[in-house]
Antibody
């Protein structure tokens, strides 16, 4: 059974840091592009970061570029998101998701809630 | 950056109705367009990838079409379990989601 399990969310003050993790199982993790997608309360989906299969290429939207860093450990089948200089507008449920090249995000985690507030 | 305009924002339809949801890109996205379904309190679920490819396990009443800047998700005969919010996603250049269409039963 394919599973993506996020962890590391919680309440954090503005300006502080937080690191999210996503543990994958049930598929060949190293063959999949991985991404973080977030959803603010009662809002739509927003792409946050993507990483290539080897980890050599990463991509971010302007809203998080320079503050967030995506990384992966293929030996541990794990994905990470280091979030620095957090802002209130980063408050959201963060999902990890996986896709094969030239396909869609077929696998999603259940999400982890990050709340940025003083 | 590519912008995605999804319409309608809200849709009310009856069981058995044919339902269409549209996404318009700000530039040609060469069919790199996926559709996702999100039920309340759940993670998104992939329905269609690259415009018209049905994801494994998705009922055949779901279909996708389009090219260039204009894309459509069609549900041929609406079922009660289709009540959800639907999002398009372009992956031609980085990623951009549409704002979503909330589908409810009339």
């Amino acid at each position: 059974e394919v599973q993506l399990v996020e962890s590391g969310g919680g309440l954090v003050q503005p300006g502080r840091s937080l690191k999210l993790s996503c543990a994958a199982s049930g598929f060949t993790f190293s063959n999949y592009y991985m991404a973080w997608v977030r959803q603010a309360p009662k809002k739509g989906l927003e792409w946050v970061a993507t990483i290539s299969t080897s980890g050599s290429r990463t991509y971010y939207p302007d809203s998080v570029k320079g503050r967030f860093t995506i990384s992966r450990d293929n030996a541990k089948s794990s994905l990470y998101l280091q979030m620095n200089s957090l802002k209130s507008e980063d408050t959201a449920t963060y999902y990890c998701a996986s896709r094969l090249y030239n396909s869609g995000f077929a696998y999603w985690g259940q999400g982890t809630l990050v709340t940025v507030s003083s | 950056d590519i912008q995605m305009t999804q319409s309608p924002s809200f849709l009310s339809a009856s069981v058995g109705d044919r339902v269409t949801i549209n996404c318009k890109a700000s530039q040609n996205i060469n069919k790199y367009l996926d559709w996702y379904q999100q039920k309340h309190g759940e993670a998104p679920k992939l329905l269609i990838y690259n415009t018209n490819n049905l994801q494994t396990g998705i009922p055949s009443r779901f279909s996708g079409s389009g090219s260039g800047t204009d894309y459509t998700l069609t549900i041929s005969s609406l079922q009660p379990e289709d009540v959800a919010t639907y999002f398009c996603l372009q992956h031609s250049s980085r990623y951009t989601f549409g704002a979503g269409t909330k589908l409810e039963l009339k």
